[in-house]
């Protein structure tokens, strides 16, 4: 059974053009080859070099903290209505970019 939306259709029209998928599309097709995602920059950065048919080096760290970040871990600032929110404004970017949705998770607790 699926839960009832927490976001208006006119609150998702308006926020699809600001999707990542969208913008990387053209009359609703991706017009990419590919993507390089952050979590994964060695792996898809490897695949580009492979792609253009050059040799990957391995990416060196820069700009890498020293000190514990400031900012909290996420899960702190999203409660699962907030989360919600988010997975449905951008379903899209959940589907193309094979992210998961973790709201409707009976584990998922937000931080305190």
Not at 31 to 50: A, H, M, P, S, T
Not at 67 to 84: E, G, R
Request: proline share 3%; glycine share 4%; charged share 30%.
């Amino acid at each position: 059974m699926e839960s009832a939306s927490v976001v208006s259709d006119t609150a998702k029209t308006l926020y699809l053009h600001g999707t990542q998928w969208n913008s990387h599309c053209y009359l609703g097709e991706t017009v990419l080859d590919g993507f390089i995602k952050l979590e994964n920059i060695q792996r898809d950065y490897n695949w580009v070099c492979d792609y253009i048919g050059i040799e990957p080096v391995e990416l060196k760290k820069t700009n890498v903290r020293i000190n514990k970040p400031h900012w909290k871990h996420w899960s702190y600032y999203y409660d699962k209505i907030a989360l919600k929110i988010v997975e449905e404004i951008f379903d899209i970017d959940f589907e193309k970019f094979n992210y998961e949705k973790i709201s409707n998770k009976n584990d998922y607790k937000p931080q305190t």
